[in-house]
């Protein structure tokens, strides 16, 4: 089983940025496609952002098209989520997870039952 550690985020002003990262341990991390979840007070975790195994190929939600981009770097086992022109709406415990099949051709990334191995989160707050 792999351990997720998210870092980066925080309070930050409407308008503003954050980059968020999470240090995957292991030696498979780069088998296996990555997201990104959120879950704001009282709703459902949602998809936020996805990139494979390889980091050629990218899946956003409708929400943050434009403003976020996701990004890993297999060799320091880590993926990244730099977000851009933050709104209040983007409030929420942001998590990664690592998906259930190694080196997937093709989508399923955009549901939590795809994933399997989840980090602790970590808080960000876009203050209006």
């Known amino acids: 089983q792999v351990q997720l550690v998210e870092s980066g985020g925080g309070l930050v002003q409407a308008g503003g940025s954050l980059r968020l990262s999470c240090a995957a341990s292991?030696?498979?991390?780069?088998?296996?496609?990555m997201g990104w979840f959120r879950q704001a007070p009282g709703k459902e975790r949602e998809f936020v952002a996805a990139v494979n195994w390889s980091g050629g190929s990218t899946d956003y939600a409708d929400s943050v098209k434009g403003r976020f981009s996701i990004s890993r770097d297999n060799a320091k086992n880590t993926v990244y989520l730099q977000m851009n022109s933050l709104n209040p709406e983007d409030t929420g415990v942001y998590y990664c997870a690592r998906n259930t099949i190694p080196m997937r051709a093709a989508g399923g990334r955009r549901k939590v039952d795809d994933y399997d191995d989840w980090g602790q989160g970590t808080q960000v707050t876009v203050s209006s």
């Open positions: 292991g030696r498979t991390f780069r088998l296996y496609d």
